[in-house]
């Protein structure tokens, strides 16, 4: 899917230079939580922290917001809060160690419990952080103390209004037109604060609301100002998907207005779509522990977080396009490979090239193949796809070569037509808008047509020898596996 309007504005920012004069760059965690030191890098200014229950998603935002001495006393936090010692848990020898940007200079600091005692908080840098935790906002009927309001006699005795703006941010996120919202309190509790939103010029109070609306009125209760960290815990909490995009692109917005910084966990494809490559951060369990890498594809995230039965063997790939050249030199040089694996897109080159390193050091628990592009190098544990450049390339230069073949009878079009449409696309600059492009003038789905030409390739275009060199990796992982 195409990043939204907010994100390529804050992307264009981000890019420009100069911007962002606060920024937490990298940290490492080790000893808390079966982190050993691995380094976790923020490479936009919204970063994304994906994995399975237990990876650790948690504990990075935790270390992040101990990383930082509070603008005032109520704002600082201690990373004692986080890790705390109980009678089932030590935290000895834990350290965390980072990386800020102020301006043009760059540091390094690190805190640390050598034994009993956290050190290092009086080094720690100023930055306002913001840490909310959306898994743990309750229902209003559900908090401690507040079934005492739900008495008609009573009344409220204040309320705090919503700023216009703000009640606009509610309304695009939930995707309803909000004439006001408030945060009240009755004359019988004046500490126990009752959100009331007015839709329609009917008003509803936190008793009668949504759990949706209830988390992102709490949430937007938060103002953070120029240059603060916010950390957000499982973003998606009690929101549909449209409204998980929204709030995605409202930060965005938010973002590129107040130079903010921002990490958050999720467990959400629709979270993850919203946000370029190196936004993406996915922690995995290996057979060597955790591992993180950057620029996952929400389908590589979900696959490692689905529950559904593994097939012999794992093949990754950089994009969908990759997937259907790959799926189809199976189809057409060794059949019985398709039903025996499934085809990932994985998203970035350089992720791809972190997967092959696993590869070679045997780090996957199962069978597991990384192919990368052609126009890539060659790289450690990685298998490079047929030609030297982009899928696309390689397959419409084939079959410019051989006039096409019989992709026009394949998609049920005239030979001219088709000829006429892949010869034009070919003109344009994008190797990546071809297919599509293609596909339009010859009124057909962008992926029926590439399925049509990567079949024609491979099975006329496409040498044996070439082919061999895909599908023998794959069945030596098999077999080796099988032994």
């Not at 006699?153 to 919202?181: I, Q």
């Not at 979270?271 to 522990?289: F, K, T, Y």
Request: proline share 5%; net charge neutral.
């Amino acid at each position: 899917m195409a990043l939204s309007n907010q994100m390529r504005r804050l992307l264009a920012t981000w890019h420009s230079g100069g911007a962002w004069p606060k920024r937490l760059e990298w940290i490492e965690i080790r000893n808390i939580r079966g982190w050993t030191g691995q380094r976790i890098t923020f490479r936009f200014p919204i970063v994304a922290v994906v994995g399975e229950n237990g990876t650790g998603k948690s504990t990075v935002i935790q270390a992040a917001a101990s990383v930082y001495r509070g603008t005032d006393k109520g704002s600082t936090r201690f990373p004692s809060e986080f890790f705390p010692v109980t009678a089932w848990d030590q935290v000895t020898r834990a350290e965390i160690v980072y990386a800020y940007r102020e301006g043009d200079n760059s540091s390094q600091g690190k805190v640390r419990k050598p034994t009993s005692r956290w050190l290092g908080h009086a080094e720690r840098p100023i930055r306002r952080v913001e840490y909310v935790d959306l898994r743990r906002i309750q229902p209003i009927s559900a908090r401690v103390g507040y079934t005492k309001l739900v008495k008609t006699k009573h009344k409220e005795a204040s309320s705090t209004d919503f700023e216009d703006s703000r009640v606009r941010r509610l309304s695009a996120v939930m995707g309803r037109t909000y004439d006001s919202a408030r945060i009240a309190v009755t004359d019988v509790d004046d500490k126990r604060q009752v959100p009331v939103i007015s839709m329609g010029n009917v008003p509803y109070s936190g008793f009668h609301q949504g759990s949706g609306e209830t988390t992102i009125f709490d949430f937007l209760k938060i103002d953070p100002p120029p240059y603060s960290l916010l950390l957000i815990d499982e973003i998606e909490s009690s929101l549909h998907p449209r409204a998980q995009r929204r709030l995605i692109r409202e930060l965005a917005e938010r973002c590129r207005e107040r130079q903010l910084q921002i990490v958050l966990t999720t467990h959400s494809p629709y979270v993850l779509d919203e946000l370029p490559l190196e936004a993406r951060v996915c922690i995995l369990n290996s057979g060597a522990g955790r591992e993180t890498v950057t620029g996952v594809s929400p389908d590589f995230a979900m696959m490692k977080m689905d529950d559904e039965p593994h097939p012999e063997c794992e093949l990754y790939v950089e994009d969908d396009a990759a997937a259907v050249m790959l799926n189809e030199i199976m189809a057409h040089h060794q059949a019985d490979l398709v039903s025996r694996c499934r085809i990932t897109p994985f998203g970035a080159s350089n992720l791809g090239k972190a997967l092959g390193q696993m590869v070679a050091g045997k780090r996957f628990p199962e069978p597991t193949c990384v192919f990368l592009d052609g126009d890539n190098a060659g790289a450690p544990g990685c298998i490079l796809l047929p030609g030297d450049d982009a899928p696309e390339r390689v397959v419409f230069d084939a079959l410019r070569e051989v006039n096409w073949g019989n992709v026009s009878s394949r998609v049920g079009r005239d030979f001219a037509a088709v000829a006429d449409a892949c010869a034009m696309a070919m003109t344009l600059g994008e190797h990546h808008e071809w297919v599509n492009a293609a596909a339009s003038r010859l009124t057909l789905a962008g992926q029926i047509l590439w399925h049509a030409m990567c079949a024609e390739w491979a099975s006329t275009c496409l040498e044996k020898d070439y082919a061999a060199a895909i599908t023998r990796p794959i069945e030596d992982a098999i077999i080796a596996a099988n032994q």
